[in-house]
């Protein structure tokens, strides 16, 4: 065996880790096993820098029936079904391989949903790139990136017969090094015919079922678990490689198998495999196992087993069956022409025993790996210094910019307009469930028709103004998802994260982290959305460039009466109006005016009010009947928001009210538009004032104009910037 510190440093072990397996062994562990603590270890796999900080989430609601700690989360939606969902990143294999490493994102999460007995429904995605404007190699890069990562997506959910019905995508100069892959899926189970990863029951067989497992995603936990740099090219063979067709039957096979009472457990072989599979299905029960390695399906030849259990092959599943089942097990897979095989057993051991023709090559205590990782307290920054480094932005760089023209280069930006050469690649009506079309304001709506409800889902994040302030931009987060379902007339109900951030040893990041965090734990809980789910991923950093902190979050929340949902459906006539709270604050701190035509996005804030924003949402609910169309106003402020609603409900409009940059143009939370009869007027003015909301009329529909104040935009015009430009921009540069 070669020199141990090199061994250490190719599987990113450290001297203290190699003094705590020495400890759990008593001996000197074999290649082997250094390898299965390398990829248990990992960030990926065992939270070691974040673990702290994700403590104290709020987690627990009545509607909540498995919340972390599983494979996906769980509420119950009614009817005796519950939802399970969870979003996940792929963010390191994406930028090595995009089709590859997007396509097994999405095939991963998946598995993770109907692992727990759960039919995936629903899919959405949360994907960052570079800057894509520029005729240059990182233009050129990005552009390509994306196509890529477009296709993956769209190649593996359309193959599963899964919709997808929203996302986000977002373009910032942080991403250059290191793009975000964020992937989510809905399902719908039974409350009663729910499965958990676990393996109990001495003499109960293992079984392997699904593809064959080769030399694919070989390392891709500890790849996923650091930093990029020039040599990160040579990392493509860590990318696993996807096949949503052998993954469909996979879906079927194990859909038929829950129908009937043969399993103890399931558990899916994502990150690290069969090592975390196996490790992770006997630590939550305290069990042991025996494992074969050389009865598993391999489909290259040679193989070893330090290669079988750290392989990364996709659309693969490892079972925890009941013994006296097996034959009928194997007649199911059988039949949807799936490998499986019976290549171990539980023990009473408490530990992990791998056997390679009857020799054992290794052995290791369960619970010290699986659920005792170690847990690292990284230095955290008391007094971050990075945004003293950032000129802050001054509004005199903006105040000679003609409104109009600023308005059409936001409408044209790939910041807002519209992604449908992105979201008409995906299949986002199959299975005949989809209620919004892709790309309009608000959530994604789904109908269940087992328990005649629908169910609302956003995924967003505006890391821009997590750079500037972590904490607040984290709390606007989770009530942005929560703002966007409640504009569908839902109730939100729970959240799933996926914290994307730099690199961990940078004691700033760790801060960045840290403020998150709290900032996720006080909008959950003041909002009663508790988090049933997450992820975390570390190190996106390249050549010591940071990304932007980029905690995702995505939400579901329920519709009762799904036919009265909140349309797009604003008419010539009606009036507009802004719903906010009193006393509405308004700042270019990391606006995207402010990115677009500013010299920095550094400055003032607004910040939020969980109380008002309870309250705008208590309003939609009272007033959905009344309401034609509801619009958040974020990105690019009221007069971008106003632009958008007459763009989409192809109507002009008439704001004859002057108003200066940072009332067109300033963005603040807990303020929303929305479009009526003004017959209507009376009553939402009475239901504002009950909530303690301030409700106002800004313009009037009608005409072929979009009228705002000293704007006056030809609809045709607005409409051609916004639905054509995002095609024009990836297709010609």
């Known amino acids: 065996m070669q020199d141990i510190q090199s061994i250490l440093q190719q599987h990113k072990l450290s001297n203290d880790d190699y003094k705590k397996i020495l400890n759990i062994l008593n001996r000197e562990p074999n290649l082997v096993e250094i390898g299965i603590f390398s990829a248990m270890w990992s960030e990926h796999c065992s939270y070691k820098s974040s673990k702290i900080y994700l403590n104290g989430f709020h987690t627990k609601e009545d509607w909540v029936i498995q919340g972390p700690g599983e494979n996906a989360g769980i509420i119950d939606i009614g009817g005796g079904y519950g939802a399970v969902f969870k979003m996940e990143s792929h963010n390191h294999p994406s930028f090595i391989e995009p089709y590859a490493g997007a396509a097994t994102g999405v095939g991963g999460i998946m598995r993770d949903v109907f692992t727990m007995g759960a039919r995936p429904v629903a899919s959405l995605n949360s994907i960052r790139f570079g800057d894509i404007t520029k005729n240059n190699e990182i233009g050129k890069k990005h552009r390509y990136l994306l196509k890529g990562v477009v296709s993956g997506i769209s190649g593996y959910g359309n193959c599963m017969g899964v919709p997808t019905i929203g996302g986000e995508t977002t373009f910032e100069s942080c991403y250059n090094g290191n793009i975000l892959v964020n992937a989510f899926t809905l399902g719908i189970v039974k409350n009663n015919e729910i499965f958990y990863g676990k393996a109990e029951g001495v003499g109960n067989p293992v079984i392997y079922v699904g593809s064959k497992t080769g030399r694919d995603g070989l390392g891709g936990a500890v790849m996923s678990s650091d930093s990029f740099n020039e040599d990160s090219k040579k990392l493509r063979p860590a990318v696993q490689v996807g096949d949503p067709f052998t993954e469909k039957l996979l879906l079927e096979a194990c859909l038929e198998l829950f129908k009937e009472d043969l399993i103890v457990g399931i558990q ?85 025993e791998l056997y390679w023709y009857n020799e054992k090559c290794a052995e290791i205590p369960v619970q010290p790996l699986s659920e005792k990782s170690p847990i690292l307290r990284r230095e955290v920054s008391q007094n971050p210094t990075y945004l003293d480094k950032i000129e802050s932005f001054k509004i005199d760089s903006i105040l000679d910019i003609n409104n109009g023209e600023m308005l059409e280069e936001i409408l044209k930006s790939p910041d807002i307009n519209s992604k449908s050469w992105i979201y008409e690649q995906y299949d986002n009506t199959i299975q005949n469930n989809t209620m919004t079309k892709a790309g309009k304001s608000g959530a994604s709506v789904i109908r269940i028709k087992e328990n005649d409800k629908a169910l609302a889902l956003s995924v967003y994040c505006n890391s821009r103004l997590c750079y500037i302030n972590p904490k607040e931009g984290a709390i606007q987060a989770v009530a942005k998802v929560g703002r966007d379902i409640a504009l569908k007339g839902g109730i939100p109900l729970a959240i799933t994260d996926c914290l994307n951030f730099g690199n961990p040893e940078n004691s700033e990041v760790m801060w960045q982290f840290k403020e998150a965090c709290e900032g996720i734990k006080i909008a959950s809980k003041n909002l009663k959305m508790p988090v049933v789910s997450g992820n975390v991923s570390l190190y996106n950093q390249t050549d010591n460039i940071d990304i932007y902190p980029t905690p995702s979050i995505a939400a579901v929340g329920i519709i009762d009466e799904p036919s009265k949902i909140i349309k797009d459906n604003s008419k010539d006539g009606n009036s507009v109006y802004i719903l906010c709270k009193n006393n509405l604050e308004l700042n270019f701190g990391a606006s995207l005016v402010a990115k677009l035509f500013g010299n920095s996005i550094k400055a003032e804030i607004s910040k939020i009010s969980l109380e008002d924003e309870l309250n705008i949402w208590k309003f939609l609910q009272v007033s959905k009947d009344k309401i034609d169309s509801a619009y958040d106003i974020h990105k690019g402020g009221l007069a971008t928001t106003l632009a958008k609603l007459c763009i989409f409900n192809n109507v002009g409009c008439i704001c004859d009210k002057k108003l200066d940059k940072l009332e067109l143009f300033g963005e603040s939370p807990n303020q929303i538009l929305i479009s009526a009869n003004k017959q209507n007027t009376e009553f939402l003015l009475q239901i504002a004032e009950k909530y303690n909301l301030c409700l106002r009329e800004i313009a009037t529909l009608g005409g072929n104009n979009i009228q705002i104040s000293d704007i006056n935009l030809p609809l045709s015009k607005a409409q051609t910037l916004f639905f054509d430009s995002f095609k024009e921009l990836i297709e010609d540069l």
């Open 268 to 352: 899916d072989m994502g990150a690290a495999g069969l090592t975390s599979s196996s490790f992770e299905m006997a630590g939550r029960s305290g069990s042991g196992m025996i494992i074969h390695l050389d009865k598993v399906p391999m489909r290259e030849e040679g193989m070893n087993p330090y290669e079988l259990m750290l392989s990364e092959s996709q659309e693969r599943m490892l079972i925890c069956a009941k013994k006296g089942y097996e034959n009928k097990i194997l007649e199911i897979f059988k039949k949807w022409e799936l490998d499986c095989a019976i290549i171990g057993e539980v023990t009473n051991s408490g530990k992990m």
